[in-house]
């Protein structure tokens, strides 16, 4: 069974975000950019079912600039086997990128695509969803265990107040949440070794898909700063600031 | 101008969270219809039929949108939703689910999580975790939208009389099936609605320590929640977790209890109205955002709080 992946290079988590000056977006000249941690997830689910011998193939595919071809060989070390990168230096909305998945799913006709559940950047939370959609597959979102039954695969999911399982007859999208698994580091001889693994590189135009963005970002801001307020001495004088001064209790 | 709420419902009840995605859709002007999608939901239907603005409520009664399967939902909703200027659903665990596949089948792009209505086709959301507000601009012919219901008001939930319309429909993908479902039972409000919020961190140590927090919690008919840290060490299951990758809360008062304030954590609670910080570490960062700050040893100051109330 053939897994295809999807991951995104972003800002690194770990990097505080700056907003231009210019309110045009935000500021990523100079800033560490790294896969996106929902991804990384997705990677180490593929890698673990083909430890299980229930995956034989992972193929792992991104979008964007070249640069973007590390985040693709970081994904090879970690236990993919071939990668794709759709290169381009346009900006690729949710949609766009689900149409071009959806082209690549047709070529390599997968059983299982797993995708993060949202991006760090963009916080959308849509492309999965967008791609079942494109190619009438079922779909298991923010997915916190992955099964696979026969040609079916059973997904539990987290939802607001708890879990729900769903049994989605393969192929399938499935999105993964925080606590589906913890990603692995790569190893040195494993960074050696994907760099000899396949990567291909392909564009939109070779996809036959033309991007068009609906969206336009008018601006963007810091979102409003709250002020410190003051520090209360005791207990006694919280209640009676809660009491008598914010009267919320 | 005619707008598609699509309402959040369970058991039969309507969620408070559809009277806040009526506040947004009042925002963005024109009639605004509800559609109630579901099984057994005729008591969610009248109950939207009263919410105050709403001018027609249409209702889906069909086992195959029993467990609000996406695959089903989205047919639906994509098919009926092609006669509106827009669609929009509360950006909890199910319109997250189903409303990306509405848009991608209308061809249209979808607008996640917005925290405020600038015009018909503008709009305010939050992206890089809150870090920056992006204003957006659509210019689909159909806008499909997902709401923060914290950052909008509700409508009242009576007054209203509209007229209830069934929807004879069964869309069945029928390529996906429930299995089994674990929710949480708690007598406590829900998180995301609560107005008061007690909320514990790493500094709890452990899950037993959060029994310290039922108690102050139940007295102020508060909820109980979570940072990311206690949910990842284990003290607490993680439908607790407050933050950017947990649920967005915004109550009257929200105590933060041994919780330092990552990022992370304030993305989720900073649209709170009063916050309380109570942490042994005055350099914490929650105090930067706390409207009131108590420096002290928490399993001093828990037990105290709990008496004095």
Partial sequence: MKVLVAVKRVIDYNVKVRVKPDNTGVDLTNVKMAMNPFCEIAVEEAVRLKEKGVVSEIVVVSIGPKVAQEQVRTSLALGADRGILIETDEEVQALDVAKLLKAVVEKEQPNLVILGKQSIDSDNNQTGQMLAALTGMPQGTFASEVAVDGDKVNVTREIDGGLVTVALNMPAVV??????????????????????KPLEMTSPADLSVELKPSLTTLKVEEPATRQAGIKVADVAELIDKLKNEAKVI | MSILVIADHENGSLKAATLNVVSAAKAIGGDVEVLVVGENCGSAAEAAAKVEGVSKVLVADNAAYGHQLAENL?????????????????????????LPRVAALLDVAQI???????????F???????????TVQSSDSIKVITVRTTAFDPVAAEGGSAAVETVDSAQDAGNSAFVSA???????????????????????????????????????????????????????????????????????????????????HLAGMSGSKVIVAINKDEEAPIFQVAD??????????????????
């Fill in chain 1, 175 to 196: 999105t993964t949440d925080l606590r589906l698994n913890e990603p692995r580091y790569a190893s040195l001889p494993n960074i050696m070794k994907a760099k000899k």
């Fill in chain 2, 74 to 98: 989205s047919l639906l909703v994509a098919d009926l939703g092609k006669g509106y200027s827009h669609i929009v659903a509360s950006a909890g665990t199910t319109g997250k689910d189903f």
């Fill in chain 2, 112 to 122: 996640s999580d917005i925290v405020a209505v600038e015009s018909a086709d503008t």
């Fill in chain 2, 124 to 134: 305010k959301r939050p992206i890089y975790a809150g870090n920056a507000i992006a």
């Fill in chain 2, 182 to 264: 674990e929710i949480a039972k708690s007598d406590r409000p829900e998180l995301t609605s609560a107005t008061i919020v007690v909320s514990g961190g790493r500094g709890m140590q452990n899950g037993e320590n959060f029994k310290m927090l039922e108690g102050i919690a139940d007295k102020l008919g508060a909820a109980m929640g979570a940072s990311r840290a206690a949910v990842d060490a284990g003290f607490v299951p993680n439908d607790m977790q407050v933050g950017q990758t947990g649920k967005i809360v915004a109550p009257n008062l929200y105590i933060a209890v041994g919780i330092s304030g990552a990022i992370q």
């Fill in chain 2, 292 to 309: 009131y700050g108590l420096v002290a040893d928490l399993f001093e100051a828990v037990p105290e709080l709990d008496a004095a109330l």
